[in-house]
Nanobody
Framework: QVQLVESGGGLVQAGGSLKLSCAAS????????RSWYRQAPGKQREWVAA???????TYADSVKGRFTISRDNAENTVYLQMNRLKPEDTAVYYC????????????WGQGTQVTVSS
């Protein structure tokens, strides 16, 4: 079973940048996609970005042009580079196996908190 550990969150001013990491263990990473989700206080968890096994990225409209997802198969890690951050990006960020997960998915990690001050 895949275990995913997120890191890299923090407090940043609007317009700043952060790079999140998602380290995977327990599975061969190179043949699988990965995705990032986020959950803001009082809101449902939402899909943010995904990267396929071939390295093809997709993004939610709200982050397109500001966030970049990438992967390092040798390190079994996926990254989320977040630039031009906005206060509305404040959330706990989670990664998940595959390009997306169903609403019934319940194996979320601890996530990493991103707080963007205005």
């Amino acid at each position: 079973q895949v275990q995913l550990v997120e890191s890299g969150g923090g407090l940043v001013q609007a317009g700043g940048s952060l790079k999140l990491s998602c380290a995977a263990s327990g599975s061969t990473f190179s043949g699988n996609g990965r995705s990032w989700y986020r959950q803001a206080p009082g809101k449902q968890r939402e899909w943010v970005a995904a990267i396929s096994s071939l390295g093809l990225p997709t993004y939610a409209d709200s982050v397109k042009g500001r966030f970049t997802i990438s992967r390092d198969n040798a390190e079994n890690t996926v990254y989320l580079q977040m630039n031009r951050l906005k206060p509305e990006d404040t959330a706990v960020y989670y990664c998940a196996p595959g390009l997306w997960v169903p609403s019934t998915y319940d194996a979320w990690g601890q996530g990493t908190q991103v707080t963007v001050s205005s």
